[in-house]
């Protein structure tokens, strides 16, 4: 008697443990297609970004440079594609949200046509404080904080107003919308959105990418 009872305390244990299982493999399959789907929203070929474009590693990140915390954790990022080299790249993607923070991106892509990207966005950063007091950025501020780039300051402004960047940031809101994006910084990794923000859930999906991609 007390054999049969083990017997079926045994079965069931053994159903519930299974069924556990399954609806986990079932959740991470479907985690594993959330992402291969999000990838054409996320890798738009006109992004720049940071690392070796062969990496097997995206992060992707949707940024505001008038945002606070991505000032924070643009040194944090950098420092993991430096030290992954060939293994992980960045992607930026914009989203704007605080006013007038679009015509700072707009500045800043302006900028990268004449290769000047990341050191347009790093030196923006670095002055937030000063041309974005208590989040309200003030545009008319941020070209003393160009001067010493070797820019040309003129042809930032005219290349500011392109279609071409209007029509690169229009796309990057979209995408964002898309993608159910509502705050800055918004990271996602191989496709993968983070389970809740911080640095440690960052870096926690970035160690297991690796894993994943380099075996």
């Not at 820019?151 to 690169?168: F, G, W, Y």
């Not at 800055?184 to 496709?191: H, I, K, L």
Request: glycine content about 6%.
């Amino acid at each position: 008697m007390n054999r049969k009872r083990l017997l079926i305390s045994t079965s069931v244990a053994f159903v519930a443990v299974f069924a556990v299982a399954a609806v986990m493999y079932r959740g991470a399959g479907e985690d594993a297609k959330q992402a291969q789907s999000r990838r054409a929203l996320l890798e738009r070929p006109h992004a720049p970004g940071k690392g070796s474009r062969s990496a097997k590693v995206n992060i992707v990140e949707f940024l505001d440079p008038a945002c606070g915390t991505c000032r924070d954790f643009h040194p944090i990022v950098r420092q993991m594609v430096e030290d992954n080299p060939g293994r992980i790249r960045v992607t930026v993607r914009y989203a704007p949200f605080h006013p007038n923070s679009d015509y700072v991106v707009k500045v800043i892509e302006a900028a990268r046509m004449q290769g000047k990207w990341q050191q347009a966005l790093e030196a923006l950063f670095a002055s937030q404080a000063s041309w974005s007091p208590n989040h309200a950025p003030r545009p008319d501020l941020v070209w003393s904080y160009l001067g010493g780039l070797g820019l040309d300051l003129e042809r930032v402004r005219t290349d500011m107003k392109s279609p071409e960047i209007a029509q690169h940031l229009a796309q990057d809101l979209a995408d964002a919308k898309a993608l159910n994006v509502t705050q800055t910084p918004e990271f996602f990794v191989n496709g993968r959105a983070m389970p809740s923000f911080g640095r440690a859930q960052l870096e926690a999906l970035v160690r297991d990418a690796l894993k994943e991609s380099y075996p």
